[in-house]
């Protein structure tokens, strides 16, 4: 073999023929024709032909061994070779014999170069990549990409905005070793730890940040949303827990109590001293709360509300804290005075002693193992004449005399109905904000590891980070930007329920409830393609995907299933938000669906929807007007069809069940354009720098991914044309490009404590 391979015309095919033989089968015909290549060589000598020829029997191919000898000499001899000849197989075969070979001139030929291009392109190999897969030990290793084009902390502090102080505090109490998470415990174990971090929160005064200072609280609701959102950086058990505790159990004491049942509970409810819970679902009734069945009967003689569980459909199921902690219970029930019933009113209940014993003509039952949240003591409570003080009425809006006399400053059942239940929209701020938080941490560590992990490539190159695939990036990117987006629009919810008027009530109640639907499902949409971008590594416990998939399952049908709540939020937009557009036969909703069926959509502009730039497609006019006209779109066609069901004789009812579909999406439609009007609003106050420059990026990737998203549904409408449609998708690969070399410091800017994250694959 030796004496073979320091033939001139033999090196000189070496390369050739090691690609070939080492990817490939050679056909008949590829044999055939570099045989013939050989025959017709003048400048080989015979030996050098007998020796090529033996070599291209299929019948005997080169053993591994024989492989691993040809690439030994070719590597031996790359050191020596200008890399600047390497244009081909051909050429780095030439070079070889010319160091090599002892008699290389006639290699050199330009009769010889052209048999050996001919022969390279005859056998399709890519000259160049097979080159990389020769002479990889000159190959430089692709950098990781750590260094962001802004200053992360700058972005941090426009994420925190003026809670920062409130943010910091709660991050350095979760990085003490006391809240390391708990792995592998059984339930009872859990709990217990659950219950012992939400004591030591309240030791810190965060349980209580909501609470009117003179009943030992912050006074501050806006930063009580704060603690809910960073604290869900940690275990969300422990979120759900402190939520049930401090903002249910405690708030609906606040927001529906008076001032003797602030003075009676607030302050130990914000200690912990008070474990309590919050009693609204029934097995029987979940998200029709109107129709609970739990009846609170007053009677006059001792001037008490009698609590009953009618049957067992009327029990209370899935209330947090039941099952082991709670010792009272907000409950809500029909309230019924002589004789006639006033519907759903709330009611502070006793349903343990301070020993935890179960108090007398008191079910309760634990619910047992769940998909997740395992750390919360959710139970079943059943009631059998119960009694309670009259004073345990949280009587913000209706009263009860000594004389069973009931008295409210509102005077519509129904009014008044949505009134109390309108108090309670923190719950629809809450969960979609400590999702946020999960899925915030579910993309930092995904990033990270797709920053790191190299996975194929090039031959001849160190493998590709993950991030690096379009693929990837495709997956990943769009959703951080979803996390950015969701960021500020819930802020803008915040903001929106702790100024609210009367006037605007019913606004915000729907712009809660699609607003949490929409970042819920984003949640969990955003944290199982995350778990898959990470591979098995995903898989594994130890880097949190399995807690962050299981213990947000839930929140798509916390306070509210979405589907119902967005149903919600298509109604609000079917009618005037000063109506009252709640009950279940909406009359007064005809003529306004009669108008909005006569309401021409805008023109569409056919230059508008044929141009294909990037000034027009990154101009945010263009996606604000995109947004739009797809809400109003929708809007007009559920209104024609609901009308022309009503015109059919179709009762109110099954005229918008026939519609559900059509509603879904107008409610979809109207929260996106929400949401992009705040990416926009944030943008325009953030001063001229580096990080705007940034976030315009990730803003321009949400536009656009969203009308990505919907192309279908806008060409049907003619609103974009095929053109355009493909010239998205190209700006939307761009723009994942553009933001991938920003990618890690947009996570960093989540600045989510490194014991939080938990995750060794996140590791920076």
């Given at each position: 073999m030796q004496e073979q391979l320091s033939q001139p015309g033999v090196l000189t095919f070496l390369p050739i023929l090691y690609v070939a033989w080492a990817d490939a089968i050679l056909t008949p015909s590829e044999i055939e024709k570099i045989e013939e290549r050989i025959k017709n060589e003048s400048w080989l000598s015979e030996l050098e032909k007998e020796t090529l020829s033996s070599w291209l029997d299929p019948k005997n191919p080169p053993s591994p061994a024989t492989l691993k000898e040809w690439l030994t000499v070719i590597k031996d001899n790359s050191d020596s070779i200008n890399e600047g000849k390497r244009k081909s197989l051909a050429d780095a075969g030439v070079e070889i014999a010319n160091i090599g070979g002892d008699d290389n001139t006639r290699c050199s030929t330009p009769e010889a170069c052209k048999a050996l291009y001919e022969i390279e392109e005859a056998l399709g190999v890519i000259g160049d990549e097979s080159l990389d897969s020769l002479f990889d030990n000159e190959i430089a290793n692709t950098p990781l990409t750590e260094i962001s084009s802004f200053q992360e902390h700058e972005l941090t502090k426009i994420l925190d905005g003026d809670h920062a102080d409130i943010i910091k505090k709660i991050k350095t109490i979760l990085s003490d070793p006391t809240f390391s998470y708990v792995r592998e415990v059984n339930k009872d174990t859990y709990r217990e730890k659950v219950l012992e971090w939400c004591k030591h929160l309240a030791n810190q005064g965060i349980g209580s940040l909501g609470y009117p200072k003179e009943f030992g609280g912050g006074g501050d609701i806006a930063r009580y949303f704060t603690a809910m959102e960073t604290l869900s950086y940690h275990d969300l058990s422990l979120v759900i827990k402190f939520g049930v505790q401090f903002g249910l159990f405690g708030m609906s004491i606040m927001l529906l109590g008076t001032k003797k049942h602030h003075r009676k509970y607030l302050e130990d409810a914000g200690s912990l001293k008070l474990p309590g819970c919050f009693a609204m679902t029934e097995t029987g009734h979940g998200s029709n709360v109107r129709d609970i069945e739990t009846t609170a009967t007053f009677d006059p003689a001792t001037n008490e509300f009698i609590i009953h569980t009618p049957n067992d459909d009327a029990r209370k199921d899935y209330i947090g804290n039941a099952a082991k902690h709670g010792q009272k219970a907000t409950v809500f029930a029909q309230l019924i005075t002589k004789g006639q019933n006033y519907?759903?009113?709330?009611?502070?209940?006793?349903?343990?002693?301070?020993?935890?014993?179960?108090?007398?003509?008191?079910?309760?039952?634990?619910?047992?193992?769940?998909?997740?949240?395992?750390?919360?003591?959710?139970?079943?409570?059943?009631?059998d004449q119960v009694r309670i003080p009259a004073i345990d009425l949280l009587d913000q809006f209706a009263s009860v005399d000594q004389n069973g006399n009931y008295t409210s400053p509102i005077s519509s059942d129904s009014k008044r109905f949505f009134t109390m239940l309108g108090t309670l929209v923190g719950g629809r701020i809450g969960i979609p904000r400590a999702g946020l938080s999960a899925a915030k941490s579910a993309l930092t560590i995904a990033i990270r590891y797709g920053n790191k992990r190299r996975q194929f490539g090039a031959a001849g190159k160190q493998e590709t980070?993950?991030?690096?695939?379009?693929?990837?990036?495709?997956?990943?990117?769009?959703?951080?930007?979803?996390?950015?987006?969701?960021?500020?629009?819930?802020?803008?919810?915040?903001?929106?329920?702790?100024?609210?008027?009367?006037?605007?009530?019913?606004?915000?109640?729907?712009?809660?409830?699609?607003?949490?639907?929409?970042?819920?499902?984003?949640?969990?949409?955003?944290i199982q393609e995350c778990r898959e971008a990470c591979g098995g590594k995903g898989y594994l416990a130890e880097n949190r995907f399995a807690a962050l998939k299981a213990d947000t399952d839930i929140f798509t049908t916390f306070e509210g299933d979405n589907t119902v709540l967005m149903q919600l939020v298509a109604k609000s937009r079917l009618t005037d938000f000063k109506q009252e557009f709640h009950e279940i036969n909406f009359f007064g909703i005809v003529k306004y669906i009669a108008s909005q069926a006569a309401t021409t959509i805008l023109e569409k502009n056919p230059i508008a929807t044929r141009r294909t730039d990037d000034e027009h497609l990154l101009d945010p006019e263009f996606h604000l007007a995109a947004f739009k006209y797809r809400e109003r779109s929708i809007l007009s066609s559920a209104a024609r069809r609901l009308k022309n069901h009503l015109d059919e004789g179709m009762d109110s009812f099954e005229a918008f069940n026939q519609c559900q579909y059509h509603l879904v999406q107008l409610a979809f439609a109207y929260i996106e354009v929400v949401i992009l009007e705040q990416f926009q609003l944030t943008l325009e106050s953030m001063p001229e720098d580096d990080v705007k420059v940034a976030m315009v990026k990730v803003y321009n990737l949400f536009a656009l991914s969203q009308i990505e998203k919907y192309k279908g549904w806008y060409l049907e409408a003619d609103y974009i044309e095929s053109a355009k449609s493909k010239a998205i998708r190209r700006l939307v690969n761009n723009l994942c490009q553009k933001v991938r070399f920003d990618a890690i410091g947009l996570v960093n800017a989540f600045d989510i404590p490194d014991q939080c994250l938990s995750a060794p694959i996140a590791v920076k």
């Open positions: 519907g759903v009113h709330a009611f502070v209940v006793s349903i343990r002693d301070n020993s935890g014993q179960t108090l007398p003509n008191i079910k309760i039952e634990d619910c047992g193992e769940k998909l997740g949240l395992n750390g919360v003591d959710n139970g079943r409570i059943w009631f980070p993950l991030l690096d695939y379009k693929t990837h990036q495709r997956r990943l990117l769009p959703l951080l930007s979803n996390a950015f987006a969701s960021h500020f629009a819930l802020r803008y919810l915040t903001d929106r329920f702790l100024q609210q008027s009367e006037k605007d009530a019913r606004e915000i109640e729907a712009l809660a409830a699609g607003l949490k639907a929409w970042s819920t499902w984003n949640t969990s949409h955003t």
